[in-house]
């Protein structure tokens, strides 16, 4: 009889908690949708400048980029001069880069991927995933921080499949604006990879969006990369030949 | 007998002349010596490291992989067969590492730490408690600012994609002369890197002992010794090609100042000539004596030359020849020191060009003494 109720209470307690945890989750994805709605377009056009921090002095470098979907993006650099006219195309998990002063395209694989663009805190694999977190990633809120001085909430997002590169990320997500006013990126074993710092949120088109991103690789000294955002046009129409290997040359 | 008589009487009479010809030549003589030697002596050097410290007695690689081609290491790897034998696996997998905040794209390659058929001493990650320990070559700790009992961070991505980062510890440097084995790589146990990359049971290529017996495996070629060998003979070999050209000036000259000298022999000493005809020396043994006393200066040469040659061959046999620190860089076998190699078909082969080299030029202006008129040439009447 004691036995009986002791296995009564015990189901009620992990079904109470399961509950918990699963209207957890469901609060945490929905979160994590409204900020895929604010952060991802289905076409978007931005002018940019990334800020690259070296040892010695900063870089600015400018570029415009557009793209489609996850899986189509093509940049082209604006200045300074030497990396004037390089341009940068993105088809599914393929890149190429045309360099002006050799004239040449050619194509990034293999740990060429991994190389940082331009001397930035970003790796082109990192340029390259370009998916919705709801899509690859379980949601869960951890709890709530102030962060910029906003009220925020704590999100654990971990993988959903194996082929994650990053299998445990925590986002801080603002919680009237529906961005992340932080980000940061774990490697399985729980070593901290990455962390990014969003500010100067501004309302576009009716959506929040951080116009100026501090991406920091934390295992690399430096003051990190700064993308700025000039500039962005969601939804816009774009070309198809846009997305050719012909814009390149062109 | 007698023009070896007058040959000689000659050309010692003939003093500084005699000399400086006979100092030209062996010059010519020890550095054709000295170069090809040292050559020979890092093809030597650099197969046996490389077989001792790389290659074994061959490799069996994947189909996929490429050892000079970085871009293949990322598909480059199988499962290991189940009929293999006197062969130890290497996994070869991509990482990222982190000295003092700065960011190097590197190799990790895993081996069974007792049976590895090459020198790496990967035995030494054995007996110690730290979770991931490596061995790394000199070159790399140079570059890397490492040394034993460091800690650093390396980023790696497992055969999922997903990136895996840790601390691995280095438990040895080792110095070795083959930088293949050494630059951009990191060495560990290979379950180790099993465990970490989730490749279990995968290999990039194989090492083979001497009692491999090649045979056909599906998705694995074998490629032997001599074959891996083949990169360090062409090189040795182009090397070799490029220092014909300093030979051939160094020997042009030497032979140019004989043939000079000969030249001017016979038109100086043509009232001898037609004395010796004349006293009934026949045209032919004239001839001979004069090709004889320019064949002399070679063997002179040859003397001359071992006498300052042979402690210097001597000397560098011993010590060695330093290579500087930027050379051994190139990312090719060599030492710090080039020990030479005097092979007998280099040092007889270099014997007889000097000789034969000799006597045709001192024949060719000799010719010319069949032609001339001995009444005249008795009267001192140039022709």
Known sequence: MFKNSLLSLLLIFFSFFSNCQNSSSVKALEIIKKVDNNMFADTQIMDSKMIVYGKRKSRTIRSKGYSKGAYKNYTEYLSPEREKGTKMLKLDNRLWIYSPSTDRIIQLSGHLLRQSVMGSDLSYEDMMEEQKLSEIYYCNILGEESIQNRNCWKLELVAKKEDVSYHKRILYIDQSWFVPLKSELYAKSGELLKRTTFNEIKKIQNRWYPTKINFKDVLKSGKGTDFIVLEVLFNPPIRNDFFLKSILKK | MLELKLSLKNLLGAKLRTFLNVFVLSISFVIIILLNSLMDGWDAQAKRDSIAWEYGNGHLLHKNYDPLDPFSILDGHGSIPKEVNNLTP???????????????????????????????????????????????????????????????????????????????????????????????????????????????????????????????????????????????????????????????????????????????????????????????????????????????????????????????????????????????????????????????????GTILTVLISATIVSFLPAKKISKLNPVLALKGKLQ
């Open chain 2, 90 to 348: 290497i996994l070869v997998h991509q990482a990222t590492i982190y000295p003092q905040g700065r960011i190097m794209s590197i190799s990790m390659k895993g081996g069974f730490p007792k049976n590895t058929f090459i020198k790496v001493p990967l035995k030494k990650v054995l007996n110690t408690n730290y979770k991931y320990p490596a061995v790394i070559g000199k070159r790399m700790a140079e570059s890397t600012k490492l040394s034993i009992g460091d800690e650093v961070l390396i980023r790696w991505r497992d055969k999922n994609g997903t990136y895996d980062a840790d601390r691995i510890t280095i438990v040895d440097v080792f110095d070795s002369d083959v930088p293949t084995v050494d630059t951009g790589q990191l060495w560990l146990d290979l379950n180790t890197l099993w465990q970490m990359t989730g490749l279990k049971n995968e290999a990039s290529f194989f090492i083979a002992n001497t009692s491999y017996k090649p045979s056909v495996l599906q998705d694995w070629k074998f490629k032997s010794q001599e074959s891996l060998l083949k990169i360090i003979t062409d090189l040795v070999n182009q090397k070799k090609y490029q220092q014909g050209i300093i030979y051939f000036l160094l020997m042009s000259i030497a032979l140019l100042a004989i043939f000079d000298t000969q030249v001017l022999s016979i038109f100086r000493r043509q009232k001898e000539i037609g004395t010796l005809i004349a006293l009934g020396m026949t045209r032919f043994r004239v001839i001979k004596l004069f090709t004889l006393e320019g064949s002399l200066y070679s063997f002179f040469s040859l003397l001359l030359g071992g006498v300052y040659g042979f402690p210097l061959f001597y000397f560098l046999s011993l010590n060695g020849f330093p290579v500087p620190p930027a050379d051994q860089k190139i990312g090719i076998a060599i030492g710090d020191f080039i020990y030479p190699v005097y092979g007998f078909n280099l040092v007889f």
